[in-house]
């Protein structure tokens, strides 16, 4: 059973590798047991003990270049052709959006054992929607998509990041599951400081999650 264990990550094992070990020698698993023991080391690597930083660095530059590049649009005076002063901005929007796909799906590895299917339609809809947010950003950049395209895909990539906040919501009705459900509702209301609230929204989100990860490891170093 030595290869199964080995598919855990490495600080999983010198916490429980040794116990582990020793209960297979006494009661060899079953081709079920086996099965369940390689979805733990699945789930060991997306839901390690001690949660990883880039979700964290995820959500704080996306926040952060998201807010860069609404404050470059307030500046700007209002332009009725299209993309405008949009254009100015759009790498950086297209980068701020990479990040918070990255950013979201770590936020989705947060739900419990019992939200395997809702978090599985979340996060398909999610993933959907921030490629073809990405893409449609990339495409105004080069002059290829209108605005009502840009519009649509950057609604269905919002409303993948709020049914994985509604699903962290039911789960603990944590604040980074709010966080989620009300940052994307704010660039989805038509109004002029939108966008600064939406990255301001998700710098609170990386700071949450920064935060959570500081009270996770703390007991951990205590008891060391």
């Known amino acids: 059973m030595s290869p199964l264990l080995k598919l855990y990550p490495r600080s999983w094992r010198a916490r429980y590798g040794d116990e582990v070990a020793a209960l297979l020698d006494e009661r060899p698993l079953s081709g079920h047991g086996r099965v369940d023991l390689i979805r733990g080391a699945l789930d060991a690597w997306l839901r390690p003990a001690t949660p990883s930083m880039v979700p964290i660095v995820s959500a704080l530059l996306g926040g952060g270049l998201w807010t860069v590049a609404a404050v470059a649009v307030l500046a700007q005076p209002v332009s009725l052709d299209w993309p405008g002063y949009l254009v100015d901005v759009l790498p950086l929007a297209t980068m701020a959006a990479a990040c918070l796909l990255v950013a ?3 936020c989705a ?6 939200r395997h299917r809702a978090t599985g339609i979340g ?3 999610l993933v959907a ?12 950049f080069l002059g290829r998509v209108d605005g009502p395209a840009l519009g ?11 049914a994985i906040g509604f699903v962290l ?12 459900v009300m940052a994307p509702i ?6 002029t400081f939108a966008w600064p609230a ?10 949450a999650l920064w935060l959570d990860r500081q009270a996770r490891i703390g007991p951990t170093q205590t008891v060391a």
């Open 123 to 125: 996060a398909g809809l």
């Open 169 to 180: 919501v039911r789960d603990r009705f944590e604040p980074i599951g709010l966080l989620l």
């Open 152 to 162: 649509a895909a950057q609604a269905a990539a919002m409303l993948g990041t709020i």
């Open 104 to 106: 979201a799906l770590g």
């Open 198 to 207: 939406f990255g301001a929204a998700w710098t609170a989100i990386g700071i």
């Open 186 to 191: 704010a660039l989805l209301v038509p109004w």
């Open 109 to 114: 590895m947060r739900a419990g054992d019992g």
């Open 129 to 140: 929607g921030h490629l073809a947010w990405i893409a449609m950003l990339g495409g105004t």
